[in-house]
């Protein structure tokens, strides 16, 4: 697959930022997005103007509302879709994928009603299929469109793949890391969606940048003790995929889970700051799941059950985080 031709699938502004990634890198790509007048109207201006307005598409990058012919003509499918979506599309897909074609997907969640990782729904789905990867990182759509600095890592189970996908992304201002722990970086980027909302909730009660510290540094202990519960690698969880993606997302205001938790604590329910917001708030579904996990798997993850009851049994967002202080001192450890 020396010159590969991808579709990317979702034309919201992370599939957008992918699919204009790899075409600026030389490869032959197009877009896939369910409304036909979007796709139109991104063909004739060349701008994803719902979701990235202002910043100019490669003239190179195709456009597509027809889901067959997207997926019939390329070797390597992308998926950025809501996790939530994962397993319809990947069903979707299962007629396509065979033999040496690749799915890689840029989602970031746990199933809802089964808190399966989306590897494990690939591997149910597509049992045949053994070109497939993850990508994820501390990534913003609009500052990789933008050409700012990014990087971010590729995960296979099959280290030579997971380095061949890499190179796929890997550009002048994108830089990738190959990596075999597939569980670890669909952990990290997961479990770091929750913990954005419980960081935009103490930023909006105005509790401060100390709080803001302490919210990432115990977080990342309960993603990383988590995640090694499950079969995660300490050094992805504490990289790009983890670490890194975490600080990004509960720090700056591009993050749509930062800034739900920020709604919550002006008031708003979750139906109102999922309106204002305007896109999928992944962090919402992956709540219920990471806390159904904690709780089949025995690990203590205090601010997952804070956030849990604020958004499923009415807490109040200031009574969560007094809930958080007020805990009995223990031995600082992961």
Known sequence: MANPQFTVLGAGSWGTALAALLARNGHAATLWGRDIQQMRTMQVTQENSKYLPGLPLPPTLNYTHDLTHAIAQA????????????????QKLS???????????????????????????ALEELPSLHRVAVISGPTFAKEVLQGLPSAATVAAEEADFASLA???????????????????????????NVLAIAAGIADGL?????????????????????????????????????LGDLVLTCTD????????????????NTEQ?????????????????????SDQKAVDMPI???????????KDPLAAVHSLLARAPVMEAP
């Not at 890689?104 to 808190?115: F, V």
């Not at 591009?254 to 002006?266: C, E, I, K, V, W």
């Not at 997952?304 to 009415?314: F, G, K, R, S």
Request: with cysteine; hydrophobic share 40%; glycine share 12%.
């Open 75 to 90: 070797d390597t499918i992308v998926l950025a879709v809501p996790s939530h979506n994962f397993r319809d599309y990947i």
């Open 95 to 121: 007629p396509w994928l065979s033999g040496d074609r690749a799915i890689i997907w840029a989602c970031k969640g746990l199933e809802k009603g089964t808190a399966k990782l989306l590897h494990e729904i």
């Open 166 to 192: 890499a190179s796929w992304f890997q550009g002048e201002s994108f830089r990738t890391y190959a990596n075999t722990d597939i569980i670890g970086v669909e952990i990290g980027g997961a479990l770091k």
């Open 206 to 242: 105005g509790f401060g940048a100390n709080t803001r510290a302490a919210l990432i540094t115990r977080g990342l202990a309960e993603l990383m003790r988590l995640g090694e519960q499950l079969g995660g690698q300490r050094e992805t969880l504490m990289g790009l995929s983890g």
């Open 253 to 268: 205001n591009l993050s749509r889970n930062r800034r739900f938790g920020l709604a919550l604590a002006r008031g708003l």
């Open 273 to 293: 700051a999922i309106q204002e917001i305007g896109q999928a708030v992944e962090g919402i579904y992956t709540t219920a799941e990471a806390y159904r996990l």
């Open 304 to 314: 997952v059950n804070e956030v849990y009851d604020v958004l499923y049994q009415d």
